[in-house]
């Protein structure tokens, strides 16, 4: 049994324990409904986490790759099996529609299943050397315990593309969800439980970044961390982090621009900009803040696009037909209020949206504002809103257009809408991003490819695909005298 007291409790080698408090799930579509009350460990419960894991890593770095293959496949599979029932979950505790929710269950499932795989297939090289009677093997090794701190945005898809390949290459786990959304996390450390995982290989504890993610920050027993969420907060960890010698992965924030041509066709333009910039109420690291529009196609652009998000149906997560459902959280709803006030201040225009929605049940609903208006140098430009806010930028040519997408301190995805091969080639060599993509929105992506930016947005290793290996395993080169 391990739900306890009416309380969802932390996991710590191997045993469910009660936090030192207790914190409810509150469901952003209604504040009514709560999701549950988890646990919020204090600094003590971190330590033992961190301790167990610690104690867990010389087994589990030695174990054979068929016992990770087979724990982490039956993880996927439980997932797969029951992607409707955590995609309600997870679309109750952050408010995405089910559709949405539903998908990105089914994608944590693929990723497990994935890296089960990838847990076969650790390569290494042999070469020969270049003084006689020498043979050298280049190795892939675990790191040892790995910290993982996620945001709420992608509450199973970002804790599975972390936990995923650490245990397949043999590292050890303690993960601190995002405080507003742990239910997705929580049911992921069930599923390794249930799945056999030896005590102390993963360890889940939730509440405060102040708390548990500064105590898993400094501790000397953490060699990595792979950190998503701010940019502020990615940064301070980084120079914690660095401090105590640890490898640290920090996938931070976007100003991402999708670019669109006189020659798009427009409703493939239009449907690109929708999607990309507000689906999930545009609080994904990838969406398109900046629609960076040349002349000939701005006007039609903007009024085809104004006319859709007008149309789009806003509403309760989990309520059929709901096509965007509220902000996370009330701090989150302000921020993207704020931010369409400070456009309306810097002489952007408001086409449509961004004022606050009444809907039956109370949450943090807004409609979707697109601002017309904007030059690159403005704050809307500049800053990540994550909400549901687009601003527009109308440029001359391609030329001014490139330049003025790559004017950012960010660099994660960045996206073109064209029918000409030339100008779809040019951007994909010259986008200063990690990610670039061509008449398809600028958030979406596999789980079989690396996943990551430039600049501002991302420091460290790639995640996901291959790539992954990277950052959850050290090299070892061994030379040896040949008999
Ligand atoms: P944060 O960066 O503050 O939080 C991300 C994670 O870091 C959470 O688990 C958080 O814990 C934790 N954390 C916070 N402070 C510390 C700390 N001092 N040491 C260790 N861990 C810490 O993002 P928020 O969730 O607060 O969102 C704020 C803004 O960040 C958003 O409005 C958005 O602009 C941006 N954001 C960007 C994301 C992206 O993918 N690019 C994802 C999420 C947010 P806790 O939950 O307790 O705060």
Redesign the pocket.
């Known amino acids: 049994m391990s739900i306890i007291d009416n309380q969802y409790p932390n996991y710590i080698n191997g045993d469910w324990v009660l936090g030192a408090k207790a914190q409810p799930n509150v469901n952003p579509s209604d504040v009514a409904d709560v999701v549950g009350l988890y646990s919020q460990a204090d600094v003590a419960q971190t330590e033992a986490a961190i301790d167990a894991a610690y104690d867990a890593f010389p087994a589990w770095s030695t174990s054979t790759i068929q016992r990770r293959f087979d724990i982490l496949d039956a993880v996927g599979s439980a997932i797969l099996a029951r992607k409707d029932e955590f995609g309600r979950l997870l679309s109750r505790e952050e408010g995405k529609p089910l559709a949405e929710g539903i998908g990105e269950a089914a994608r944590a499932g693929y990723i497990f299943k994935f890296f089960a795989g990838e847990a076969l297939r650790i390569e290494g090289q042999h070469l020969g050397s270049v003084r006689p009677g020498v043979d050298i093997d280049v190795t892939r090794e675990p790191l040892g315990v790995i910290g993982m701190?996620?945001?709420?945005?992608?509450p199973i898809a970002i804790p599975a593309w972390k936990i995923a390949p650490a245990l397949a290459f043999g590292n050890c786990v303690v993960l601190?969800?995002?405080?507003?959304v742990p239910g997705c996390a929580w049911e992921i450390a069930k599923l390794l439980h249930e799945a056999g995982l030896p005590k102390g290989v993963f360890n889940l504890v939730m509440?405060?970044?102040?708390v548990?993610?500064?105590t898993?920050?400094n501790s000397p027993k953490v060699t990595a961390i792979s950190?998503?969420?701010?940019?502020?907060?990615?940064r301070?960890?980084g120079a914690k982090s660095f401090a105590t010698g640890k490898k640290v992965q920090l996938?931070?924030?976007?100003k991402n621009p999708l670019v669109v041509l006189d020659d798009a066709a427009l409703p493939v333009a239009v449907d690109v900009a929708l999607n990309g910039s507000f689906f999930s109420t545009g609080?994904?690291?990838t969406a398109s803040s900046r629609l960076i529009v040349t002349e000939g196609i701005h006007d039609k652009f903007v009024e085809a696009l104004a006319e859709k998000l007008q149309a789009l149906k806003i509403d309760h997560a989990l309520k059929a037909g709901t096509e965007m459902g509220p902000a996370a959280s009330e701090?989150?709803l302000e921020?993207d209020l704020n931010y369409v006030e400070i456009a309306r201040q810097e002489g952007g225009k408001v086409v449509c949206g961004g004022e606050r929605l009444n809907r039956d049940t109370e949450g943090f609903y807004l409609s979707p504002a697109l601002i017309t208006e904007t030059a690159p140098a403005m704050r809307i430009n500049r800053e990540?809103?994550?909400?549901p806010v687009a601003s527009v930028v109308r440029v001359k040519t391609y030329e001014e257009a490139l330049a003025v997408a790559n004017d950012t301190e960010f660099g994660?995805s960045s996206g073109i809408c064209t029918s000409s091969l030339k100008y779809a080639t040019h951007f994909k060599r010259h986008a200063q991003a990690g990610m670039v993509m061509i008449n398809l929105p600028t958030a979406g992506v596999d789980y079989h490819v690396p996943f990551g930016g430039r600049k501002g947005?991302s420091y460290g290793p790639r995640e996901q695909g291959r790539y992954a290996a990277e950052f959850y395993t050290t090299v070892k080169t061994t030379y040896q005298a040949a008999p």
Do not use: Y
């Open positions: 701190i996620t945001p709420w945005n992608f601190k969800p995002a405080d507003i509440g405060r970044g102040s548990v993610g500064e898993i920050v950190f998503t969420g701010s940019v502020a907060t990615g301070s960890i996938e931070m924030g976007g609080q994904r690291c701090a989150q921020q990540e809103v994550f909400g994660l947005s």
